[in-house]
């Protein structure tokens, strides 16, 4: 495994909650978090390989989640007593795997609608929720083998936030999402050939908070209700009013929330430090 170091932006004080950002984005995405919690949290935005200031995956197989999570292990494993994750799609579905992988170095884990493919394709893959994610997967692959990158891009961007929405953006955000697409392809890949499914979700022993919003897409909702049944003991909520990129396009009521989320867990874990003490 090839060990990169990642960029990562640190700011404020307290318990440690890291902050994993979706396909396409940076940890840039979580501006908003930041804004709300780095008075009491010590915030750590990670830019995955290939987005951001992280340089691609340069490995000679293709990219796996492990190698993302990977990137952020170091981080988790030098936070004081562990740390709290935070993840939007494609980096939600690496923070349950980092959740699963190093259960000792997590204290909670809030998502957004993680990207947890397997999960549909395990459920039934000839199902519409399923091969709509196949679809948009194979006009993105296929389009950057001819090399029309700004249609790839497109479609990535159509699928998550509504068509027209590429049409409708300004040339420098197109122009980002471009620079990026190459290492968003290999996300399909990763995701599609994921070794975390409903039963290794099941022994997950962390609090979990699974976020999905009301106007989502058929895939995102059917992984929601999946990781229902998958979490039942973890708090699944539905946003009312936002897709599948509301930490984006909504982001003070998802940050809101998701602080909310935080600040219980960290007065819950100090409440149980100090019994432990007093015992």
């Not at 000792?104 to 000839?126: G, I, M, T, W, Y």
């Not at 049944?229 to 809101?256: C, K, N």
Request: hydrophobic residues 45%; aromatic residues 6%.
């Amino acid at each position: 495994m090839i060990h990169a170091k990642p960029n990562v932006q640190t700011t404020g004080e307290g318990p440690t909650a890291i902050l994993l950002h979706s396909s396409g984005s940076s940890g840039r995405q979580w501006d908003t978090l930041v804004g709300t919690l780095q008075s009491r949290f010590r915030l750590q935005a990670v830019d995955l390989h290939g987005h951001g200031a992280t340089p691609a995956w340069a490995g000679s197989r293709p990219l796996t989640l492990e190698d993302d999570a990977a990137l952020v292990a170091p981080l988790l494993a030098a936070a004081p007593g562990g740390a709290h994750i935070v993840g939007h799609s494609y980096g939600g579905a690496v923070a349950l795997r980092l959740a699963r992988q190093y259960p000792q170095h997590v204290k909670s884990v809030a998502v957004f609608e993680p990207v947890c493919f397997r999960l549909l394709f395990d459920h039934n893959r000839r199902q519409p929720p399923a091969n709509e994610v196949m679809i948009v997967a194979a006009r993105v692959h296929t389009n950057l083998l001819v090399g029309r990158i700004d249609r790839a891009a497109a479609h990535f961007v159509d699928y998550w936030s509504g068509e027209g929405t590429w049409d409708a953006m300004p040339m420098t955000r197109r122009q980002a999402v471009i620079a990026r697409i190459s290492s968003v392809a290999p996300h399909f890949r990763a995701l599609f050939n994921d070794t975390l499914r409903h039963a290794e979700l099941a022994r997950l022993r962390v609090p979990v908070l699974c976020l999905t919003g009301a106007r989502t897409k058929a895939s995102t909702r059917r992984i929601g209700e999946l990781l229902r049944r998958a979490i039942p003991q973890g708090t699944h909520e539905m946003l009312a009013g936002m897709g599948h990129m509301g930490p984006i396009t909504h982001a003070g009521t998802v940050a809101a929330r998701l602080a909310g989320w935080l600040d219980a867990q960290a007065m819950l874990q100090d409440v149980a430090e100090r019994l432990l003490e007093a015992a």
